[in-house]
């Protein structure tokens, strides 16, 4: 239950009393700012409480943004401010000042406890989250003018309408913006008004996935096109989840793990569906299944590491992103440019309409392709930011861009010993000797038969590579593409060294372990987004790190049988899968994980 303090003189006819205990507030009244104080006192202090002004006059969603959002501990609008749990401490201290100062009203023009409470925060140095409003209306009027004017312009602006307006993400995908959300919006305010959930929706939407994988195992026609169907009914359900999360303010820790995490799980299992039904009609795609998702995965971990690595970069200029500025002043190529690098909205239209009408393999081509020159387009961009700008990366960009290398007890002692050369080595050194080891480990377990001792050598340098490549902080302009360069190095030697094999069920085996081993590396960046950090420690040990797992693959692929290797493929899998899943579960069901709803990709 949540509390609001009522202070400053009633106001006939208000309906203050009845927004508040709308939104869930218990609602007292203080008679002045000594009983405020004692009031926020008897407050329990795991509850969520609110100082609001008697005279305010707004609409309900300007006050819902400003006292129900449970991503800020402190949090205000005009007239109102609120703190949970984590910010009592701070509006206690607020609160008492002003009594004891006897309220001068300071700097505002209304003499508004709430108001002056905010600003004694802000002198704290507090971090007080204030909404964006727009064209809503939040004030307390001085004189009763004021109030008729202010009620007016409460009147002439619909906050319902603004309120699922803003439910729909400001940036998202063509195939999204003009083919989901004009309807997905209303399906997030049904779901609101009848007290779903977006973990519900986002549950349903994984369901529903998951039937059209199985729709796709089937292996017939109308088996394909009922697959096609429910993906783009799973994809709508995706989009009505964080509309409904924004629409009613439901954002919580356990909506933000199955957020960020099962978009993946839906169209990676997907793949895995249109596999076992091409295997069905006799054509074998798995190889096809686990490159769609080495490359999906890689994309993201692009994106993840470029963004992290320029988070909080002094200086973030370049001719390059001016460009992109002015290109998307042009109408059109905003629409065109989110559309090459084919969002998941785009994506999972593509893949729907092609399952339904062609065949798996002509699927996993046309995905392949198309987010072969996704890649590079985002890639080629991106590195040409990198080098045009002038930025001045930051301690915590380094330590984001290491946790995401996923370097394992192996690099990382490698890297300690190296540590003083390293510091010697040209700004373009890194990312090159990362690219070099990888491309030497993959381009050997291509080439060479199965059952060859050389992937063990080429894994063995790579281990080397990596933890030179990590020895120094990753400040460089091109160091973020690192953590890429090593997860396209350690799945696609599974891929190679899998496909070489020749065995029915090592693909699946090999699609089972870099599943699971993208999960931890999903969950990684997910965690850094939260300001959680990485994953503890010993988890990653444990897994070995990319250049562990990666030498331990080429050891079972050179001393094991093609049937043997199948079988230590799928206890690997098995075995990292369970111990980050448990850890992965552990952490965003705990109170310590961030309350956040990720956007994610962009949709």
Request: charged share 15%; hydrophobic share 50%; glycine share 8%.
């Amino acid at each position: 239950m949540s509390t609001a303090i009522l202070t400053g003189q009633p106001v006939p006819g208000s309906s203050i009393e009845g927004d508040l205990r709308s939104l869930g507030f218990e609602v007292r009244t203080a008679a002045d700012a000594a009983d405020a104080e004692t009031l926020l006192a008897q407050v329990p202090g795991d509850q969520r409480v609110a100082v609001v002004d008697a005279r305010f006059v707004g609409h309900l969603h300007a006050l819902r943004l400003g006292l129900t959002d449970p991503r800020f501990p402190l949090a205000a609008v005009p007239g109102a401010v609120t703190a949970q749990p984590a910010g009592r401490q701070a509006l206690t201290r607020a609160m008492a000042r002003e009594n004891s100062a006897g309220g001068t009203g300071g700097a505002v023009v209304v003499d508004s406890l709430a108001d002056r409470v905010v600003t004694a925060l802000d002198a704290d140095g507090a971090d007080v989250h204030r909404p964006e409003l727009g064209s809503l209306v939040a004030t307390v009027p001085g004189d009763p003018q004021a109030r008729n004017e202010a009620r007016q312009a409460v009147a002439s602006v619909d906050d319902e309408a603004i309120r699922l307006k803003s439910a729909v993400k400001s940036r998202d995908g063509f195939f999204t913006t003009f083919f989901i959300s004009p309807y997905s919006r209303y399906i997030a305010r049904w779901c609101a008004r009848r007290g779903l959930t977006p973990n519900q929706v986002t549950t349903a939407s994984l369901i529903t996935a998951l039937i059209a994988a199985a729709c796709a195992a089937t292996g017939t026609r109308g088996g394909f096109v009922a697959a096609g169907v429910l993906l783009i009914a799973s994809f709508v359900l995706d989009c009505t989840d964080g509309q409904l999360a924004r629409y009613s303010l439901q954002y919580s820790t356990l909506g933000a793990w199955l957020d960020a995490t099962f978009d993946r799980a839906k169209e990676y299992a997907y793949y895995a569906g249109l596999a076992l039904g091409a295997a069905r009609g006799g054509d074998d795609v798995w190889a096809l299944a686990l490159g769609a998702m080495v490359l999906q995965t890689c994309r993201h971990v692009v994106d993840f590491s470029f963004n992290e690595a320029n988070h909080d970069a002094t200086a973030n200029t370049s001719p390059t992103a001016a460009l992109s500025d002015k290109l998307d002043s042009v109408g059109w190529t905003v629409w065109v440019r989110r559309m090459i690098v084919l969002p998941i909205g785009e994506r999972w239209a593509m893949i729907a309409v092609l399952t339904a009408v062609t065949t798996p393999r002509i699927t996993f081509y046309a995905l392949l392709v198309g987010c072969a020159f996704a890649a590079a387009y985002t890639t080629a961009g991106r590195v040409l930011r990198s080098l045009t700008r002038k930025a001045r990366r930051t301690d915590r960009a380094a330590t984001a861009l290491a946790d995401l290398a996923d370097s394992g007890a192996l690099a990382q002692g490698i890297a300690k010993a190296f540590e003083k050369p390293a510091r010697r080595l040209p700004g373009f050194a890194v990312p090159a000797i990362a690219l070099l080891g990888g491309a030497a480990v993959v381009a050997t377990a291509v080439f060479t038969d199965p059952g060859s001792p050389w992937p063990v050598v080429a894994a063995a340098g790579y281990a080397l590579t990596s933890g030179l490549a990590v020895a120094r902080p990753l400040k460089g302009a091109l160091d973020w593409l690192v953590p890429p360069f090593f997860r396209a190095a350690e799945y696609g030697t599974v891929l190679a060294l899998a496909a070489g094999a020749g065995v029915n069920g090592v693909l699946p085996a090999a699609f089972g372990l870099v599943a699971a081993v993208a999960y931890h590396h999903y969950d990684t960046v997910y965690r850094i987004r939260g300001n959680a950090g990485a994953p503890p420690v010993w988890l990653t040990r444990t897994i070995g790190g990319h250049e562990g797992r990666t030498l331990l693959v080429t050891v079972l692929a050179a001393l094991l049988t093609a049937a043997q290797f199948k079988v230590a493929l799928t206890a690997l899998a098995v075995a990292v899968a369970l111990l980050v899943l448990v850890e992965s579960i552990r952490f965003w069901v705990s109170a310590g994980a961030p309350a956040v709803h990720d956007e994610g990709e962009p949709a």
